[in-house]
Nanobody, 121 residues
Framework: QVQLQESGGGSVQAGGSLTLSCAAS???????MAWFRQAPGKEREFVAL????????LYAASVKGRFAISQDNAVNTVSLLMNSLKPEDTAVYYC???????????????WGQGTQVTVAS
């Protein structure tokens, strides 16, 4: 069973930065690692993804230019650097592993428990 564990969430003032990390028990070379988020009362939405082989990335329009996803092959970790945070970025952030470059959460098989990010105005 693949396990994903997020860390790095917390509270920050608007304009600040946070880095989330996701440690995976295993990542295949064909894997796609993604971040999704779910704000209170809203559907879970795609944030960013990275293809493990080739390091191709994709971002939601709402975070492009502010967030950066990266990987560390040595320790099977994917990170999300979040800059210029806004109150609307407040959500529970989830790490997920799939095998397709997809923004559809149903394409992802394995999920972490989530980590809370709160951005105060």
């Amino acid at each position: 069973q693949v396990q994903l564990q997020e860390s790095g969430g917390g509270s920050v003032q608007a304009g600040g930065s946070l880095t989330l990390s996701c440690a995976a028990s295993s990542i295949l070379s064909s894997s796609v690692m993604a971040w999704f988020r779910q704000a209170p009362g809203k559907e879970r939405e795609f944030v960013a993804l990275i293809r493990w082989r080739g390091r191709n990335t994709l971002y939601a329009a709402s975070v492009k230019g502010r967030f950066a996803i990266s990987q560390d092959n040595a320790v099977n970790t994917v990170s999300l650097l979040m800059n210029s945070l806004k109150p609307e970025d407040t959500a529970v952030y989830y790490c997920a592993r799939g095998s397709h470059n997809s923004t559809n959460q149903q394409e992802y098989i394995y999920w972490g428990q989530g980590t809370q990010v709160t951005v105060a105005s």
